[in-house]
């Protein structure tokens, strides 16, 4: 167990805006074997888990008037979380997330990564090579949907430049970038910004100039830390869900809202859906979008995971939600940062993987070109988005006053790349197996075996109130 105050978790707690001395609370059951890499994904993982472990202990406490409770994190349950899809069983059936076309491929000039586990990610990356198939389903049994499709698409990026490729499929919607050096480029990890507010009439009705006129749950000794916050969930694909699953966790009413023509993969949300309700609105449509201003005004937290010109149209800027609802919380999160030409573009974890570096940092033996142990940069950045709602949840009860918080997968690369202090790794074959951290339930996808949270500090909850519902099938309202 580690007993001095981790390097990396003082790093991130101090992003956080926490008091530097808090962050010795947090000790570590040491499994070194545990997601093996040249990087020290380890240590990014404990640490991003560690600190959102000790934020859920920092406004426990705070509700409950009592001491900061100890926070004591397995590095074991910490490894099996990273990879919950890999242990996810749905009626004992395996699930991979990376669909066929989602790979590294060789370039005229190097490599290239796509991304297309998306039946339309799928359909424009082929569309932007002019390749036919992509208008199929995707799942490799048709003549064009298996070996053959790959075959073709592999010929196209083979004759073609990686930075061609990068930005024509940009061009089409599309998703691929090319794999490059790694560079010594920087992003903060978290950037967080106060927002007092004023008081406005909006819509007929006055809202005050801070979160005194929000619901404020009351102290209860009781009560788990996040209990009566409810937070509006406009996120997808690892992070965002993550960190939404985790507030659930700990008590909060979260409630995830999809547009209707976007499609989730099933799997996906039975591994991340726990903690949470899941509704579909067209925020377009006059119905739908107030039953959204609804949900809006007691809401506590909005988390958005969409690229910004996506919200803008429907007047959902951070700027905005924070004028016409002073105390609000909201927290966004992109892939590629907040600053530069990539600020807008679509991302995922393997593709910023690719662009940073990291892929070549990790490559094999043939020279091919790796990936992390766990789609680590997602998964960290989820704890550590938690981390900073909870933090700014307690710092709220302070001073009543809203809050910005802005995270990215570019950010949490460069904590791995630059400022992370590597440890000696122990031998991948002594890491101890992920049964111990592993629970079965019910559920409407049939009967899930999943990984419990590695979120730990004393009298946190084992494991979620209950499993999943069906993605897109609950009430627009609170609970």
């Known amino acids: 167990m580690t007993q001095d105050i981790d390097a990396a978790t003082a790093h991130a ?17 040491s499994a070194p074997g545990v997601l093996p ?15 959102c472990s000790l934020a859920a202990a920092e406004l426990a406490a705070l509700r409950s008037g009592r ?3 100890a926070v004591r994190v397995h590095e074991a349950a910490v490894g099996a979380a990273f990879v919950s899809e890999r242990h996810l069983r749905i009626d004992g059936r395996a699930w991979s997330p990376f669909a066929p076309l989602s790979s590294f491929w060789r370039a005229a000039d190097g490599w290239v990564r796509t991304h297309a586990n998306y039946p339309h990610h799928r359909a424009r990356l082929l569309a932007a090579l002019g390749i036919p198939g992509g208008d199929d389903d995707g799942d490799g049994d048709g003549d064009e949907g298996g070996g053959a499709l790959r075959e073709r698409l592999a010929g196209e990026l083979r004759s073609r430049p990686a930075r061609w490729i990068q930005e024509t499929v940009f061009e089409s919607g599309g998703l691929a970038v090319a794999v490059a050096e790694p560079g010594t480029d920087r992003w903060p990890l978290i950037e967080s910004r106060r927002v007092a507010g004023s008081s406005r009439a909006v819509g007929g009705r006055r809202v005050a100039g801070d979160a005194g006129g929000r619901r404020r749950p009351a102290a209860d000794a009781a009560a788990l830390p996040a209990h009566g916050v409810r937070v509006l969930d406009l996120t997808r694909v690892i992070a965002g869900p993550v960190a939404t699953r985790t507030l659930g966790l700990l008590g909060a009413d979260v409630l995830r809202v999809d547009p209707p023509p976007l499609p989730e993969d099933p799997k996906a949300h039975a591994d991340t859906g726990f903690g949470k309700r899941s509704t579909r609105l067209d925020l377009g449509a006059a119905a739908d ?3 959204f201003e609804a949900l809006l005004d007691s809401a506590d937290v909005v988390v958005l995971g969409y690229r910004a010109d996506s919200l803008d149209r429907y007047g959902l800027t951070p700027g905005t939600l924070l004028e016409r609802h002073p105390g609000l919380i909201v ?3 992109d892939a590629w940062g907040w600053t530069g030409p990539w600020r ?3 991302g995922f974890d393997s593709l910023v993987q690719a662009a940073k570096g990291i892929s070549l940092i990790e490559r094999g033996a043939d020279g091919r070109p790796g990936v992390l142990p766990a789609q680590a940069l997602d998964h960290s950045t989820g704890y550590l988005l938690a981390a900073a709602i909870l933090r700014a949840l307690t710092e709220r009860r302070g001073d009543g006053a809203g809050r910005e918080l802005r995270l990215s997968l570019a950010g949490t690369a460069s904590w791995l790349m630059h400022d992370i202090r590597p440890e000696p790794a122990g031998d991948p074959a002594e890491a101890n197996e992920p049964e111990v951290w592993m629970a079965e339930t019910p559920s409407p996808y049939g009967r899930l075996r999943y990984v419990r949270s590695p979120v730990n500090y004393e009298g946190a909850p084992g494991d979620w109130a209950g499993p999943p519902s069906m993605w897109g099938t609950d009430p627009a309202r609170w609970l």
């Open 13 to 29: 707690w101090s992003a956080l805006g926490g008091a530097p001395e808090w962050a010795g609370r947090v000790t570590y059951v």
């Open 67 to 69: 001491a900061v409770p």
């Open 37 to 51: 890499s040249r990087l020290p994904v380890r240590q990014l993982a404990r640490a991003s888990v560690g600190v």
């Open 331 to 333: 927290a966004r999160l």
């Open 289 to 291: 979008r107030a039953a």
């Open 344 to 346: 807008e573009r679509r």
